[in-house]
């Protein structure tokens, strides 16, 4: 019976395997902490948004009144971004959003700026033609211009290219 338990022991000990040692480890924990990272670092999946018509109601609520540049998507009327010297507001699900200038931009008419910065979405603005006078309001001059709304992850999730309004 001793002899059996004595083998039963020495089996035992022989089908144990020597415990790693601490590098190797270490260089598991490194491993599952880098995936873990990775996986929490990824952005999300893109959720494309369409600005909402920026209406009077918002534009009393939030002063937006002065000189600035109102864009709208093709031909229609109802700006989707309102442009300033040193903000700009476009609407996103209902919510209006205020975005500050980035000085270091490049200057546009109106004495706007071509990039805008929030926390949760960044605007670009281009001007794409020569200016032409507006037909209707007088001191406002017209322009084709193209904004992009871009999400914190600097992924385009609006495009859109229209009238640009730019006066007092």
Not at 121 to 138: G, H, K, N, Q
């Amino acid at each position: 019976m001793r002899s059996a338990i004595l083998a039963i022991s020495f089996l035992a000990i022989a089908a144990c395997e020597e415990a790693p040692d601490e590098e190797q480890g270490d260089a598991e924990v490194d491993r599952i902490v880098a995936e873990v990272e990775a996986v929490n670092n990824a952005a999300p999946p893109i959720e494309e948004k369409v600005p909402d018509a920026i209406g009077y109601p918002d534009i009393e609520t939030h002063d937006m009144f002065g000189q600035a540049c109102a864009y709208a998507p093709g031909t229609s009327l109802g700006a989707r971004v309102i442009a300033r010297e040193d903000d700009a507001f476009v609407k996103v699900d209902g919510d209006v959003i205020r975005l500050v200038a980035d000085p270091g931009s490049r200057e546009m008419p109106s004495s706007t700026r071509s990039l805008y910065n929030g926390s949760k979405y960044s605007l670009r603005l281009t001007i794409d033609s020569e200016a032409r006078e507006d037909p209707v309001s007088i001191g406002t001059m017209l322009y084709d211009g193209t904004m992009y709304l871009r999400d914190s992850w600097d992924r385009v999730v609006y495009q859109g290219a229209g009238l640009v309004s730019c006066g007092v």
